[in-house]
RNA sequence: GGCGACAUAGCCAAGUGGCUAAGGCGGGGGUCUGCAAAAUCCCUAUUCCCCGGUUCGAAUCCGGGUGUCGCCUCCA
């Protein structure tokens, strides 16, 4: 069997998986700032982790899963400039901190629920892991890696052999406050706050006592310190989206470093943005889409999941309308046809050579770094190939779907779904009835009639040797 | 200014040194059908942004352009 490959930004480059204990994975997944609605360019991130979690459980792992909620205000600086994105939220919402997040997070769950994606073993509120961070941020000050500057409690730079060696970075060149104003109570640029006791929000409602006094936590400690507590000083993955490997996940590395001694994550996986009009999508451009939007425009969670599988997860994904379109029909014949094998079940021949090699397409494809597209592909060739029978064909689709997680299994469920939802379903069938019968005295203009106003409904009428079958168009 | 990506058909998108450049959508044609729809079959990139180079051989490697995007504030 081809064994799994993934690319590790660390090292830039695809390598065998192999995890630290056998048969088990522990992996840790940076979650959403629920200050907001997700959009889909964030619900993207959590597909390809998705797609990844499958591809290990398909390759026979254990897999322990951590992800984080970030349901604590942060500065958009360490600097204590900008805006707290969720006091900010709340004002405009007239509601309490606690409350919007409550919200974000429902939502967000919803959203995880919607497009088929596992669940992590654990789904951890910051909020409630100050212990956790207050923790961590001692250890990291027993080893001498922190200053106090103004009354915040620093991270220094300067004390790590290798900072940024994530993301390559090269100190001296970077430009730091191109953007924004440096802070300068920091020693080095670079420095990032662990613990804030100031804030420029009089009515930070979020605040936690702690040794340097009552404030509230950076936000790079959250996923370090959630993460070693639940997955351990050492673990096998750490997932999010690529935006992050300069700042947050470089940060997150010298501070779990720091706090204990030694190597932290082994393979660190990142996945690209979702481009719309020529941009990331994002929710300061102030033109982000969300699952609720699609929905509204017929378009199902699991339509914008098969549309995200259509490319690699290191790649741009351009987003248009014109090729949502396109995925939604492509979905609608697969599960047409996927209830066209259920229904004819009976057939089962091909040779057995041919069932392992679809097979085998099928797992080099996504253990070669999750390449969904070429899985894909497998998959049309099951659907449409003839040198197989029905019986093998479900087999294999439904072992596929394990990983696609398009709930392949309820796709006739889902059609039928479909029609109560947009139809009246027993004025449809009374029309089917009225129009085949006009068929039989063979009264063509009154049945093209009916089927006239059935299309008008949004009903496309499917005549076959086993009677009239309808679906939604 | 520094760093990092990307550019493949009408659209989306695989492929990263060597059989005919995957797959989906769209489009065209045939079969089927009372006519349609669905289904099915066939066709739809002599060529991978441009110019050089390496090689027996390059979409794939190297150099130089052009264009687009991302990061260096918070961000998936």
Known sequence: MEKLKLYNTLHRKKEEFKPIEPEKVKLYTCGLTVYDYAHIGNLRTYIFEDVL????????????????????GHLTSDADEGQDKMVLSAKKEHKSVWKIAEHYTKAFE??????????P?????????????IDLIKRIEDNGYTYQSRGNVYFDISKCEDYGKLANLDLDNLQAGARIEVDNAKKNPHDFVLWFTKSKFD?????????????YPGWHIECAAISTKYLGDHFDIHCGGIDHIPVHHTNEIA??????????????????????KHHKMSKSRNEFLTLETLKEKDYSPLVYRYFC????????????YESLDSARESLKRIRDKIVHIEDNLDTSFGDAQYIKKLKGDFISQINNDLNMPGALAVMWEVLKTDKIGNKEKY?????FDKVLGLRLEDSRRIIKQKKQEKVNTDL???LIKEREEAREKKNWSKADEIREKLDNLGVEVRDGAKGTEWRIK
């Open 255 to 276: 501070q779990a470093e720091a706090a204990t001694g030694e190597k932290w994550v082994n393979y660190w996986l990142h996945g690209e943005f979702l481009i719309f």
């Open 309 to 320: 599988l259509g490319a690699h997860y290191r790649k741009k994904l351009n987003f248009s």
């Open 53 to 72: 979690k499958r591809t290990l459980q398909y390759n026979n792992y254990d897999i322990l899963h951590v992800m984080n909620i970030t349901d604590i």
């Open 395 to 399: 087999d294999l689709l439904m072992d």
């Open 121 to 133: 073993d654990y789904h951890v509120k910051a909020t409630e892991e100050i212990e956790a961070m």
């Open 428 to 430: 449809v069938e009374k």
């Open 110 to 119: 919803k959203d995880l629920k919607n497009l088929n994606i596992l669940f």
């Open 203 to 215: 009515d930070q409602e979020m605040k936690w006592d702690s040794p340097w006094g009552k404030g």
